[in-house]
């Protein structure tokens, strides 16, 4: 069974701060990963999908790489800003199926 | 706006009710998903639509949940006999294409509480 995991689960930074965001799952057989923003009492924004034969992707100041052999996926954030502040999670679909697998999210909050 | 939309946003009920939640995917998108999220998790997956059929169902889907999504358009999620532990937000989304390899677009989802 996927299981995607996401440490730590809660963040609180400086404004201007250079951000990682990890994301692990145990099952390399995936065909992508989606990473996802969640304002509170909201939807989900799709922010990236990597394929599982991409190394990463790009989009303005958010860079997200995969490393499927590792089980691992990285969101970086570039000169976080108060409007970053929102839950990120990464989810996985899994090789044989349409589902989204997602970690339980980490709580970014940028101070201004 | 053209992206997936769901009615009603909220929902307050009382245990033992019905209720019935709609889903407007993004045009022409032929997939359509739903997810329960309850507070503090990740989404988890219920189920999921190419075109007018349901293909893949979660063990999460009880007897008292059933899906449909008659013209291959919108969809309808109805809970049987709530009860308190039905209490999530209930998100829908979309995709285009035929693998699981597609993007999936989320709606602003329907917020259901039990009483």
């Known amino acids: 069974k996927q299981e995607v995991t996401q440490i730590p689960a809660a963040l609180s930074v400086p404004e201007g701060e250079n951000l990682v965001l990890n994301c692990s799952f145990t099952?390399?057989?995936?065909?992508?990963l989606q990473w996802f923003r969640q304002d509170p009492g909201k939807g989900l924004t799709s922010l990236l999908l990597i394929q599982s034969s991409q190394r990463e992707q790009t989009s303005g100041r958010l860079n997200a790489s995969l490393d499927k052999s590792s089980g691992r996926s990285t969101l970086y954030i570039a000169a976080s800003q108060p409007g970053d502040s929102a839950t990120y999670l990464c989810a996985v679909t899994q090789g044989g199926s349409e589902k989204l697998v997602f970690g339980k999210g980490m709580k970014l909050t940028v101070n201004p | 706006d053209t992206g997936v939309s769901q009615d009603p946003r909220h929902k307050i009920t009382k245990r033992g009710q019905n209720v019935t939640f709609r889903c407007d995917p993004i045009s022409e998108h032929n997939r359509l998903y739903w997810y329960r999220q309850t507070l503090g998790q990740g989404p988890e997956f219920l189920t999921y639509?190419?075109?007018?059929?349901?293909?893949?169902k979660s063990r999460l889907l009880s007897d008292r949940f059933s899906a449909e999504r008659p013209k291959g358009s919108f969809s309808t999620l109805e809970i049987q006999r709530t009860e308190q532990g039905d209490s999530a937000m209930y998100l829908c989304a979309s995709s285009y294409g035929t693998s699981g390899r597609d993007e999936q677009f989320f709606g602003p989802g329907t917020r259901l509480t039990v009483l």
């Open positions: 099952d390399s057989a995936i065909y992508n």
């Open positions: 639509f190419q075109n007018e059929a349901q293909l893949e």
